[in-house]
């Protein structure tokens, strides 16, 4: 195995193996907190269907109460259950009554439990009727056919004897759309005679169980009905087959480029280097050209850290607001990604040739600050296209920024890139208000290697300078110990 392969297997499992493990751990937490938020809001649902049966609930005893307060009044019940009289003479009472009071479902039972009135089915008298005690979901008949109700029962004595009125309200796909108020869920019934294939394609992520009575041909017994919640199991698929599909690309394109960069390194680390004097002036290159490429690279890769850092913060706060902030800061990923491959493509050539056209300044500023909302922009209208490379002048400005930014230690603080239209060329200003620099420091700011910053590589301004005056440019700074700095770059227009 060459030391080129070696070096390159490093970088592959240097790289490849916390950028994996970043991002299983991002679509972990995002499938973790996905899923909390889910049983979230299936539970307020089964929570919001209670009480809206409750309300319901309510309301039928409300009129019940009505309807037994008048029973109690009512002459012809009491000759009915009093004197004797003929029963079918109070036949059409519950009908009556019920219409008036608005139910679906009446009937009003003797102490036995027989139907002396039935509203929604005359012909039940002097049968037995369900055995109602609270809250039920009844299959009732009618003369159009069988109907599911929502009732609930009341009592009352007249002359000794005990009587129960039942009534409620029809079960129908309208009062159950009523009860769903999630657009994503689904309310169906689940009754006891319903087969385990009724819900095919839909998942129940949640339930409220009712006691329920057929008592279409005859009194019935107490079973068990439920109020199911109720997912497309498609929609789920769907899902999930999008978020990885992302993060799936995510990880793809960083692997990429990781590789790309990785494979370009090996390769020129292990150029062969010549004996003596020559071997150390190929080595000093080598390790300049590294400095500067990873000064640049950090550049290139400032942008893609602020989005993956922004998209772990949503995934952790505001899940359901991912996809849309990934759709927001996909044109940041993928500027970053082409400025990056740029760069490489420039620095295999060892000596990259500038490719020097009409450049819009403000677009390049736009596109270079893209991100990074504590940078602000004073950017002058109408101004002339300059002749320059676009990637170079991007370099400029992103290590004048990051210097900027350096310079304020963390505190609060400004900077500000502000563009102006002169005589013959275009001026861009980056100000910041960070600790500025003596004059000893300003004598040796531009020299390479030199640098006041811990971990710093001493060679941002001075590529900055070298990038200028290629472009045939001046650079001018104005700095006050204490008061900030501004570096002023003048490039010709065309």
Same mark, same amino acid.
């Given at each position: 195995?060459?030391?080129?392969?070696?070096?390159?297997?490093?970088?592959?499992?240097?790289?490849?193996?916390?950028?994996?493990?970043?991002?299983?751990? @991002?679509?972990?937490?995002?499938?973790?907190?996905?899923?909390?938020?889910?049983?979230?809001?299936?539970?307020?649902?089964?929570?919001?269907?209670?009480?809206?049966?409750?309300?319901?609930?309510?309301?039928?005893?409300?009129?019940?109460?009505?309807?037994?307060?008048?029973?109690?009044?009512?002459?012809?019940?009491?000759?009915?259950?009093?004197?004797?009289?003929?029963?079918?003479?109070?036949?059409?009472?519950? =009908?009556?009554?019920?219409?008036?009071?608005?139910?679906?479902?009446?009937?009003?039972?003797?102490?036995?439990?027989? !139907?002396?009135?039935?509203?929604?089915?005359?012909?039940?008298?002097?049968?037995?009727?369900?055995? !109602?005690?609270?809250?039920?979901?009844?299959?009732?008949?009618?003369?159009?056919?069988?109907?599911?109700?929502?009732?609930?029962?009341?009592? /009352?004595?007249?002359?000794?004897?005990?009587?129960?009125?039942?009534?409620?309200?029809?079960?129908?796909?309208?009062?159950?759309?009523?009860?769903?108020?999630? #657009?994503?869920?689904?309310?169906?019934?689940?009754?006891?005679?319903?087969?385990?294939?009724?819900?095919?394609?839909?998942?129940?992520?949640? &339930?409220?169980?009712?006691?329920?009575?057929?008592?279409?041909?005859?009194?019935?017994?107490?079973?068990?009905?439920?109020?199911?919640?109720?997912?497309?199991?498609?929609?789920?698929?769907?899902?999930?087959?999008?978020?990885?599909?992302?993060?799936?690309?995510?990880?793809?394109?960083?692997?990429?480029?990781?590789?790309?960069?990785?494979?370009?390194?090996?390769?020129?680390?292990?150029? %062969?280097?010549?004996?003596?004097?020559?071997?150390?002036?190929?080595?000093?290159?080598?390790?300049?050209?590294?400095?500067?490429?990873?000064?640049?690279?950090?550049?290139?890769?400032?942008?893609?850290?602020?989005?993956?850092?922004?998209?772990?913060?949503?995934?952790?706060?505001?899940?359901?607001?991912? %996809? &849309?902030?990934?759709?927001?800061?996909? =044109?940041?990923?993928?500027?970053?990604?082409?400025?990056?491959?740029?760069?490489?493509?420039?620095?295999?050539? /060892?000596?990259?040739?500038?490719?020097?056209?009409?450049?819009?300044?403000?677009?390049?500023?736009?596109?270079?600050? &893209?991100?990074?909302?504590?940078?602000?922009?004073?950017?002058?209208?109408?101004?002339? #296209?300059?002749?320059?490379?676009?990637?170079?002048?991007?370099?400029? @400005?992103?290590?004048?920024?990051?210097?900027?930014?350096?310079?304020?230690?963390?505190?609060?603080?400004? !900077?500000?890139?502000?563009?102006?239209?002169?005589?013959?060329?275009?001026?861009?200003?980056?100000?910041?208000?960070?600790?500025?620099?003596?004059?000893?420091?300003?004598?040796?700011?531009?020299?390479?290697?030199?640098?006041?910053?811990?971990?710093?590589?001493?060679?941002?301004?001075?590529?900055?300078?070298?990038?200028?005056?290629?472009?045939?440019?001046?650079?001018?700074?104005?700095?006050?110990? =204490?008061?900030?700095?501004?570096?002023?770059?003048? @490039?010709?227009?065309?």
């Amino acid at each position: 195995m060459t030391f080129r392969t070696r070096l390159l297997i490093s970088f592959g499992v240097v790289v490849l193996v916390p950028l994996l493990v970043f991002g299983l751990g @991002i679509r972990s937490e995002m499938s973790r907190r996905v899923a909390g938020e889910d049983t979230r809001r299936v539970t307020a649902l089964v929570n919001v269907i209670s009480a809206d049966i409750a309300r319901e609930n309510d309301r039928i005893a409300a009129r019940l109460a009505a309807l037994r307060r008048s029973l109690v009044d009512d002459i012809d019940f009491r000759n009915v259950v009093v004197r004797g009289a003929d029963r079918t003479n109070f036949l059409d009472y519950a =009908g009556n009554a019920m219409r008036v009071a608005g139910l679906d479902f009446l009937q009003i039972q003797d102490d036995e439990g027989r !139907v002396l009135s039935s509203g929604h089915f005359r012909n039940e008298y002097d049968r037995l009727g369900p055995a !109602v005690s609270g809250t039920t979901l009844v299959r009732a008949a009618a003369a159009e056919g069988p109907f599911l109700a929502l009732v609930t029962s009341d009592s /009352l004595t007249v002359g000794g004897r005990r009587f129960r009125v039942v009534g409620g309200t029809a079960v129908d796909s309208q009062f159950l759309a009523r009860l769903a108020r999630d #657009p994503e869920l689904g309310v169906g019934l689940r009754l006891p005679s319903d087969s385990a294939t009724a819900d095919s394609g839909k998942l129940v992520v949640g &339930q409220l169980t009712l006691p329920y009575i057929d008592a279409v041909d005859g009194p019935g017994r107490v079973e068990q009905a439920h109020i199911v919640v109720t997912r497309s199991s498609a929609l789920l698929a769907a899902l999930q087959h999008n978020v990885n599909l992302w993060f799936g690309a995510a990880v793809l394109v960083a692997a990429l480029a990781a590789l790309l960069l990785a494979g370009w390194l090996s390769t020129r680390i292990s150029t %062969p280097v010549e004996a003596g004097f020559r071997e150390m002036e190929r080595r000093v290159a080598i390790g300049d050209l590294a400095r500067q490429v990873n000064h640049d690279v950090k550049n290139g890769l400032a942008p893609l850290r602020n989005v993956f850092r922004h998209l772990t913060q949503v995934a952790r706060e505001t899940p359901d607001e991912l %996809p &849309q902030v990934f759709k927001e800061r996909q =044109g940041t990923v993928e500027s970053s990604i082409n400025y990056l491959e740029t760069l490489a493509a420039n620095y295999a050539k /060892l000596s990259p040739q500038s490719e020097r056209k009409a450049t819009d300044v403000n677009a390049v500023v736009r596109e270079t600050i &893209q991100g990074s909302p504590s940078v602000r922009t004073k950017l002058a209208e109408g101004l002339r #296209p300059v002749s320059a490379d676009a990637l170079v002048l991007r370099r400029i @400005i992103e290590n004048l920024v990051s210097n900027a930014l350096d310079s304020l230690d963390g505190k609060n603080g400004a !900077v500000t890139i502000a563009t102006e239209q002169a005589k013959h060329v275009v001026r861009v200003a980056v100000s910041d208000t960070g600790r500025g620099m003596t004059k000893a420091e300003l004598d040796r700011a531009f020299d390479d290697f030199y640098t006041t910053k811990p971990g710093g590589t001493g060679l941002g301004l001075s590529i900055v300078r070298r990038l200028v005056l290629d472009s045939n440019g001046s650079l001018k700074v104005e700095t006050k110990p =204490g008061e900030g700095s501004t570096f002023i770059i003048e @490039i010709p227009a065309q």
